[in-house]
Nanobody, 119 residues
Framework: QVTLVESGGDLVQAGGSLRLSCQASGSRSRINVMGWYRQAPGNQRELVATISKGGSTNYLDSVKGRFTISRDNAKNTVYLQMNSLKPGDTAVYYC?????????????WGQGTQVTVSS
């Protein structure tokens, strides 16, 4: 079992920056991929960025060059540095982690943190 706790969401003006953090507790040594998803009102949840235990990253096209995901395996924490924020980035951001328990993959989600970008 893994528990994820996010922090860092806030109200910021367009062009500003925020850093989201997500700390995992529980079966932390078994975590494989960690990442961030977001959901805006009326929209489906979408992948923003993921990072594997080895450091391989994947980004939503619209955030490439503006957002950077990183991970501190010793602290069991994943970060999302968001620069040049746009009103379209406004959403609830959810931390994600998965654990491989063959033959299945168990998925875990945080409670979400609100990011609001004003124009």
């Amino acid at each position: 079992q893994v528990t994820l706790v996010e922090s860092g969401g806030d109200l910021v003006q367009a062009g500003g920056s925020l850093r989201l953090s997500c700390q995992a507790s529980g079966s932390r040594s078994r975590i494989n991929v960690m990442g961030w998803y977001r959901q805006a009102p009326g929209n489906q949840r979408e992948l923003v960025a993921t990072i594997s235990k080895g450091g391989s990253t994947n980004y939503l096209d619209s955030v490439k060059g503006r957002f950077t995901i990183s991970r501190d395996n010793a602290k069991n924490t994943v970060y999302l540095q968001m620069n040049s924020l746009k009103p379209g980035d406004t959403a609830v951001y959810y931390c994600y982690a998965d654990v491989i328990v063959l033959p299945r993959i168990d998925e875990y989600w945080g409670q979400g943190t609100q990011v609001t970008v004003s124009s």
